[in-house]
Every structure is written in structure tokens, then in C-alpha cells.
């Protein structure tokens, strides 16, 4: 299995929308080792360059 890059790289916008809905599922948490927040890091890393 190969990662190929996306064609449109994720977006804050994008990163709040999963980490809410993440969230409706687990009871309003989201766990510091999951998808969404990797994805708020790397979002946030991106975006503070």
C-alpha cells in the first residue's frame, strides 16, 4: 500500500468538520492519539508557517 498525495490538502475548515463529528460519535471527546488530532496538528503546523 502506497500513500499518494491528495489532490486538494486538507484544511482547517475540513479538520473542524471531522473533529465535530468524531466527537457526536465518542460523547464530545476526541482522544489526543486520534485521527482528528493529527490532523489538527499538522493543519496547525501547516498553517503557522
Same mark, same amino acid.
Given at each position: 500500500?502506497? /500513500?499518494?498525495?491528495?489532490?486538494?490538502?486538507?484544511?482547517?475548515?475540513? %479538520? +473542524? *468538520?471531522? @473533529?465535530?463529528?468524531? $466527537? /457526536?460519535?465518542?460523547?464530545?471527546?476526541?482522544?489526543?492519539?486520534?485521527? %482528528? +488530532? *493529527?490532523? @489538527?496538528?499538522?493543519? $496547525? /503546523?501547516?498553517?503557522?508557517?
Amino acid at each position: 500500500m502506497s /500513500k499518494k498525495p491528495s489532490s486538494k490538502p486538507m484544511t482547517a475548515a475540513d %479538520v +473542524a *468538520r471531522i @473533529q465535530s463529528a468524531t $466527537a /457526536k460519535q465518542s460523547g464530545g471527546g476526541v482522544s489526543k492519539d486520534s485521527f %482528528v +488530532a *493529527r490532523a @489538527q496538528r499538522t493543519v $496547525a /503546523k501547516k498553517d503557522s508557517k
